[in-house]
């Protein structure tokens, strides 16, 4: 078994997004961590020939095989159960639309060997922003629905305090805790209940009193559209981003571009 690997789990509707997420794997990966990719049976030979960097492509069906209509929610699934394979004690959850743009290196994910790195904060880089143009942007208040969800987690848990947020990705997830939420709960019933994979597993790490060092988020996260234009309008570049950041989301599900 692996101690850490990079994992991202994805399918032929984002392979151009995933081509640049592996090149820029094949680019950057200064200690070779491994890299591990699951998709659909029916993908397997498309991205096996079109990728340019991999270590293995595994099958969704091998991971979970309970049918959950929507693709969005499924992947969740997916994402979790990913432990079940036990490739690896640690593993980097890299969602599609990211890449890097700069060296990493073990260290950036482990604190030490058994101790990983977390992502928790307030969301404040996202919210900052919501709460100031959600009324022009969108239909909803961003603040207002991401509490609900968890609140409820928390509850879940019997943990009061200040609500944390637990990415965006990469996340840095430990399989030990996975199967800890998975035999308490059940991940099946906890992802159907809040389909939140980041703070089930946030909240389940401080239930369970694993072991962590909190961290800023690992990459720049453009959640919006109009959060991407804006940017964009004031003149930031990848550049300005790097001594903060390891890399980018370009959300795929607003249809940003692939690159900043």
């Not at 389909?195 to 909240?203: I, K, M, R, S, V």
């Not at 401080?206 to 072991?211: E, N, R, Y």
Request: glycine share 4%; charged share 25%; aromatic share 20%.
């Amino acid at each position: 078994m692996e101690n850490i690997i990079l994992y991202c789990k994805s399918y032929d509707g984002d392979l151009d997004r995933v081509i640049e997420l592996s090149n820029s794997i094949k680019k950057y990966n200064k200690d070779n961590i491994p890299f591990y990719i699951s998709v659909p049976s029916k993908d397997v030979s498309l991205f096996k020939n079109k990728l340019p960097h991999y270590t293995q492509i595994i099958e969704d069906e091998s991971v979970f095989e309970h049918k959950i209509p929507s693709g969005w929610h499924y992947q969740q699934y997916i994402k979790a159960f990913f432990y079940k394979l036990k490739i690896s004690k640690y593993y980097v959850s890299l969602d599609s639309d990211c890449y890097f743009f700069k060296d990493f290196y073990i260290k950036d994910f482990l604190y030490k060997e058994d101790i990983p790195y977390m992502v928790m904060t307030q969301h404040g880089d996202m919210l900052e922003w919501t709460d100031r143009y959600h009324k022009e942007c969108f239909p909803f208040n961003p603040r207002e629905s991401h509490e609900e969800d968890y609140n409820f987690i928390k509850g879940v848990f019997n943990r009061e305090g200040k609500i944390y947020h637990y990415g965006p990705n990469p996340f840095i997830w430990n399989t030990e805790v996975w199967e800890w939420l998975d035999k308490k709960i059940g991940i099946i019933k906890a992802f159907a209940d809040r389909p939140n994979e980041l703070n089930w597993y946030g909240e389940a790490t401080l239930a369970k009193g694993d072991k962590f060092m909190p961290c800023d988020p690992l990459f720049k996260c453009f959640h919006y559209e109009a959060q991407y234009s804006f940017y964009k309008q004031l003149g930031w570049t990848e550049e300005h981003l790097k001594p903060q950041y390891m890399g980018v989301v370009m959300q795929s599900n607003c249809d940003l571009p692939i690159k900043y």
